[in-house]
């Protein structure tokens, strides 16, 4: 494709007659005819490897209009990610039909993979893209970034569209939102599940976080899009807010949950095997039997409901798959059943207001002590370190605080500010330890949780050239360590 077709149809100044075969933003991944996106970033700075990109055949470089380029095209713009995204979204086609976002602090993974299985139940060939990678029809499933990078999100939804896919939601998380890492495509509608802290480390304060996240309402949602909002019982100001971007912005307004005014949850009911819910839609009330359990699977399932009505899926088979969703790998997965009989859940929950999520979903199911295991991650926000230590201690029975992700910091110091907020948790560094720990204390009346990497693989320690990643997998520990309870070898 010639760059001054793609030039103007991104709206961007550039009238060069080349032909462009490909796009990149990192110079290794750089070929002949190539594209190449030179972005200044927190630790590195794509204007250094201008040059080096060049050398290997890029044709045009997008960068700021300070940048040196020599032996290209210079694509200069003030904000350079944006003008490159909007130049992919014209290379990589065709995309498919119908795609969703869905941000908000938590609740993003599991409301776009309940979303994927709603379509999948209804007969549609569905996708999803997020943490835990992109899920094709097949159930197929590869590991990657909440947001993947603006080359990588571009060309799986090309390709996903070349396989027949019609349906697609996917993670927007704040970073992907700042950073224009999900750009150029028409998105049908757009979910808000909950804001609270977190990623104070990249962002300056709750407001430039929550700035981030309404890029999604105000720039990057197709005009005449749904805004998917839930609004729970207790919920603060911030969902009201989003509520008003999406009004501004003059996007349908579909308001889900205890206030919501499309979808309106009257009932909720915690039952053996999940919940009993009672809920007003169309001027019907209906009663549907989740098969999860917590306040906040609802709020996921409900608003992944109304994703998939404000896409045109048929009522009677949206709460007829709700009614049959399964759980999301990490979040609220139960890993084992103790040799004592107790089970023993895993979820992502990081944050403060995930952490208390988390164990609330879990107290009307325990009629014993809830146990939680939980640490910090290292190199991130160190302001949510206390607050969590203090939502675990507050809601649980016995704290065990261990290590998280540290990488380049002193796990006994991410440690030491957790206990802060929980000064009479037992502190076990070793994570395997005090998962051992927690499931051979655990009694046939109580629950085990372990929280913070929920469907993660790896443990992160040390970070540049010194950064490794152990093997670790919360739910497959958990067996190894019931096991090794069961053998009486713990």
Known sequence: MKLAKLCTAAGVACDADVM????????????????????????????????????????????????????????ADDTPRRAFAALAARFFT???????????????TSTVEMTRQIWRMAGERAASIGTLGVTTPDESVSTGLTTP?????????????????????????SHGLSQFRNEGVPVEAA?????????????????????????LFD????????????????DCGWNARVVDHATR????????????????????????LGQSLTVEHAGQSRTINLPLI???????????????????????LVWDAVARLQPVRGRLERAVIAPSGAPVYVDYAHTPDALEAAIAALRPHVSGRLITVFGAGGDRDHGKRAPMG?????????????????????????????????????????????????????????????????????????SGENMRVLPFDDVEVARECAAQIARGDA
């Open 149 to 173: 990078d603006i080359v990588t999100f571009l060309s799986n939804l090309a390709g996903l569209a070349r396989e027949g896919v019609t349906h697609v939601a996917y993670e927007a998380s």
């Open 191 to 215: 979910g808000f599940t909950n804001f609270s802290r977190d990623h104070l480390d990249y962002h300056a304060d709750m407001e430039d976080y929550f700035a981030a996240k309404m890029r």
């Open 219 to 234: 720039e990057v949602v197709s005009d005449g899009a749904t805004a998917v909002i839930w609004m729970g019982a207790g």
């Open 294 to 316: 917590g306040a906040y699977q609802v709020s996921n399932a409900l608003t992944a409901a109304g994703l998939a009505l404000a896409t045109g899926s048929d009522a009677g």
């Open 249 to 272: 912005r003059g996007l349908a307004v579909m308001t889900v949950g205890e206030q919501g005014d499309a979808i309106r949850l009257t009932r909720r009911e915690p039952t053996q």
């Open 94 to 108: 065709p995309v498919p039909d119908h795609i969703v976002a869905v941000t908000g602090t938590n609740g993003k």
């Open 390 to 462: 203090e939502a675990a201690a507050k809601a649980s029975d016995l704290v065990m605080v261990t290590d998280d992700n540290p990488r380049g910091e002193d796990p006994a110091e991410i440690r030491r500010q957790v206990l802060a907020g929980a000064p009479q948790a037992r502190e076990i560094g070793g994570r395997r330890e005090a998962i051992l720990a927690a499931i051979a204390e655990a009694g046939a009346q109580d629950i085990v949780l372990i929280a913070g990497k929920g469907h993660e693989t790896g443990q992160i320690i040390g």
């Open 20 to 75: 462009v075969t490909g796009f990149a933003i990192d110079n290794r991944k750089v070929a002949p005819g190539t594209v190449f996106g030179a972005f200044q970033g927190a630790q590195v700075n794509g204007e250094d490897f201008i040059p080096a990109a060049i050398e290997s055949g890029a044709v045009a470089v997008v960068a700021r209009p300070e940048a040196t380029v020599e032996g290209a095209i210079h694509i």
